[in-house]
């Protein structure tokens, strides 16, 4: 391919938090050069740097699961920069236990593609409001298509779209159909600020929710404050606009356990240097590791931590109990549970709050999400060998349950509101659901319950052989891109650069995100739009292009 070398351009297509920390990299490394680039960004989303996940758009009720504390973004790395810390943005409230709502990020993010925009003295940028719908090569370089127009040539061409279209399951897809041809009222969680428009028609309608996780409770509270409620004085206030009542289930029925209540109760869950730096050798030794062997070794790394904490906590749980719990865990996630979703509710509660000792599984959950930095440095680098990876990927996402844990006020709320009996667990755990004219009827253990409305808030995982977006669906069709192993995402080298059918890396071409997991591991974070991904890929870029 050939290119201009005193000009290059290059394409970022997605210009969310991904695109953004990917940009921000580049800037850093070329400023000092004085080498300009021409930088195309194709979004149809308005809002830059946030994309539709952190918009400053929607609701306020939608919530981060990090304290602010914990988001640590640090300040923009090129010399032009006029933006802060996180913790130093000025809209953003400064309490650094408070939860911040997932526009309050979005404004920050704005903030900073503004300041890239406005400040870094080699990029002139462009943005296109559009969807793009092909990329390919000749002997210039990449081309893209986008509006019916065709852009380029480039010399580099970076996707980091976050979450492409994919194919609805078997049960969703039936579940579409049926909304089309009966009473049933079908509606995706997000956009928030579409649920709360929609919402407004549902005063006394019974509501079911698939799923349990995250998403839920960002429902529960759109269902609830959004339409008008109020919690006070450790009750839930109903205003009478809300739904009469609220199904949410899941597959195994369990919400997720919350994180601690404050820094003094998490540091408790800190490992040593020295356990971490046992976990590493643990996750080295695992990557080039069968499955079996490679679960084995990562749990192991557990066993003195765990062990450490729970002690100290004044735990009755031994050695043994620690064990045990990760054997489950291996085999089966989640299995370990035997009582009922309100009970373990109440327990994750009581542990968050420093009021009951911590279960070996909300131990080994907290260590697991501290090792999440250490587990994508690890992992992320490598070429894992793909069953290997999706063993490793499964049991992250497992841990998810923990490591990924709401607030405790989501939780509490939860609880206020199924004593207030607006949200209703009955049919928790997996139910058998019935297709009725007059929408979904759930059975569980002989108790029958009809809803009307279905709210769909389980996001897609991000499998390349279930994408709808023609983007990437045309190039797997031309074999320049495949899957590390079917239900995961694309192969990537480790500076992100696309892996073809037949093993050719596609030089220039790059993919950074959810729709590269099987090759990259914990790509759900805020985290993992910044740091050591994106700079792999820009110090990748400046070794071609400069």
């Not at 990927?393 to 004593?419: C, H, N, Q, T, V």
């Amino acid at each position: 391919m050939t290119f201009s070398k005193s000009r290059p351009r290059i394409a970022v297509v997605g210009m969310g938090p991904r695109g953004l920390g990917a940009l921000e990299a580049l800037a850093e490394r070329v400023e000092e050069s004085g080498f300009p680039i021409d930088v195309d960004i194709f979004d149809p989303v308005a809002q830059a740097g946030a994309g539709p996940n952190f918009s400053p758009d929607q609701s306020e009720l939608c919530l981060l699961n990090l304290p602010l504390r914990e988001v640590s973004l640090g300040s923009p790395g090129f010399a032009g920069s006029s933006l802060g810390k996180l913790s130093e943005f000025e809209p953003l409230d400064a309490d650094p236990e408070v939860f911040p709502a997932r526009a309050g990020l979005g404004l920050y993010l704005s903030a900073r593609f503004k300041d890239l925009a406005d400040n870094a003295r080699c990029f002139h940028m462009t943005q296109h409001f559009a969807t793009v719908q092909r990329v390919s090569s000749g002997n210039d370089g990449w081309w893209i298509e986008a509006k019916g127009e065709r852009f380029g040539p480039y010399a580099e061409v970076l996707l980091t779209q976050g979450q492409p279209d994919t194919v609805p399951d078997e049960q969703l897809a039936r579940w579409q159909s049926h909304a089309n041809d009966s009473k049933g009222e079908l509606i995706a969680a997000y956009p928030a600020n579409a649920l709360l428009s929609a919402a407004q028609e549902w005063s006394g309608r019974t509501v079911a929710i698939r799923g349990l996780g995250l998403s839920t409770l960002d429902v529960l509270r759109l269902l609830t404050c959004g339409m008008g409620g109020h919690f006070e004085g450790g009750e839930y206030h109903r205003s009478g606009r809300e739904p009469l009542r609220i199904l949410p289930f899941s597959l195994d029925g369990f919400p997720p356990f919350p994180k601690p209540a404050n820094v003094d109760l998490d540091n408790a869950f800190d490992p040593t240097p020295e356990e971490t730096r046992a976990f590493e050798m643990a996750l080295s030794k695992a990557l080039v590791a069968s499955p079996e062997d490679a679960l084995v070794a990562i749990c192991e790394a557990f066993h003195v931590p765990a062990m450490r904490i729970l002690e100290a906590s004044g735990s009755s749980a031994d050695q043994k109990a620690v064990e045990k719990w990760l054997e489950i865990e291996r085999d089966n996630p989640g299995a370990q549970e035997t009582r009922s979703p309100i009970e373990v509710l109440r327990e994750g509660i009581d542990m968050a709050e420093g009021l009951l000792p911590p279960s070996p599984g909300f131990v080994i959950g907290q260590l697991w999400r501290k090792w999440q930095n250490a587990l994508r440095r690890g992992f992320n680098p490598a070429r894992v060998e793909a069953r290997t990876a999706s063993a490793l990927i499964g049991f992250d996402e497992g841990l998810k349950r923990y490591s990924y844990g709401p607030p405790l006020r989501s939780a509490r709320e939860l609880l206020m509101l199924i004593e207030a009996k607006v949200v209703d667990l009955r049919a928790a755990d997996d139910p058998d659901i019935e297709l009725i004219a007059d929408g979904w009827r759930l059975e569980e253990d002989g108790s029958l319950v009809t809803a009307s409305v279905m709210i769909d808030a389980v996001m897609p995982p991000p499998a390349l052989d279930k994408s709808d977006d023609p983007l990437i669906t045309r190039l797997m069709d031309e074999g320049r891109i495949c899957a590390v192993a079917e239900g995961l995402g694309a192969q990537t080298q480790a500076d992100g650069q696309l892996v073809g059918r037949n093993g050719e890396v596609q030089h220039g071409l790059s993919l950074l995100g959810r729709l590269a997991l099987g090759s990259v591991i914990a790509v759900d974070s805020i985290h993992d739009c910044v740091g050591a991904a994106t700079d792999r890929w820009a110090d990748s870029v400046l070794s071609r292009i400069g």
